[in-house]
């Protein structure tokens, strides 16, 4: 039998291509999307939505209880950039919702849990090349000291209460389908939409500010691999790092203007400058390479033509 699955925060970034991704795997009525508000035409059409608020407990057990969910994918939360503007929404959304969902996998109402961490957990004071999976953790901002605690929380459920909660550090995330939400990574989506729509981009980066990043596509099989992997082979249960690509804002520039030669870019670094200085360059994921078998699939060349093409193709530019 399937699993229910219930995806909260399933209208951002990356919620709305799980939620696409999973109900093409496991049928859309396995599939309960919900969020704070509606999501994209596509999202809405394909499969049960609920109206919820990740802060609320009752909402989310009520779902649980509703469509007899297995399996939660916790996708709410207030993103980097954002959460420096309003640091206690940014804390309560991030470990209300997270506390709602161990809560209900601690009591046995769900079997399986999935919380995305970041590499924002990481901070000056972490090794910036090859950044190790167990290394010091020291954030500077609103978000990263949400997604460590978020780590602490879930490896002491699962080692007090057993609960299965599986979670992966994500680097910077590039897609074509949904606009960005409020990230410090953002400006490697930005990008492209502006190289094709004016052939220039000012990027609020550095040139040579290279971070750990990688195309959505394969996030989104990393989720769905580490949730299907037999819990004895998810030995981490703080969070994986997960890696692909490192870039900086010159050689992403260097790979569209390979397809738009006339493309510029020119540079005016502001406040998210201070949070992409403390977060590594570039990370170590072996660990979850040899335990649940991780493998990238896009390289910057094969990511730029894909970013083009579907951009043209969704957003008609």
Known sequence: MASKILIIGACGQIGTELTMALREKQ????????????????????????????????????????????????????????AEKFPMKGWALNMDSLFHVLNLAKDGKVSKVFWPSSIAVFGPTTPKQNTPQTTIMEPTTVYGISKQAGERWCEYYHRKFGVDVRSIRYPGLISYKTLPGGGTTDYAVEIYHEALKTEKYTSFLKEDTELPMMFMDDAIRATISLME????????????????????????????????????ISYDPDFRQAIADSWPSSIDDSAAREDWGWRHEFDLEKMTSQMLEGIKEVHHV
């Open 229 to 264: 992997a037999p819990a004895e082979k998810v030995k981490i249960r703080s969070s994986y790092n997960l890696s692909a690509l490192n870039f900086t804002p010159e050689t992403l520039a260097a790979s569209i203007q390979k397809h738009i030669p006339d493309f510029e």
């Open 27 to 82: 049928g859309k009525e396995n599939i309960i999307a919900c969020d704070i508000r509606e999501g994209s035409k596509e999202l809405m059409a394909s499969g049960p939505f609920e109206i919820a608020d990740a802060t609320n407990y009752h909402q989310i057990e009520d779902l649980v209880i509703q469509y007899e969910i297995d399996e939660v994918y916790l996708m709410a939360a207030m993103l980097s950039a954002t």
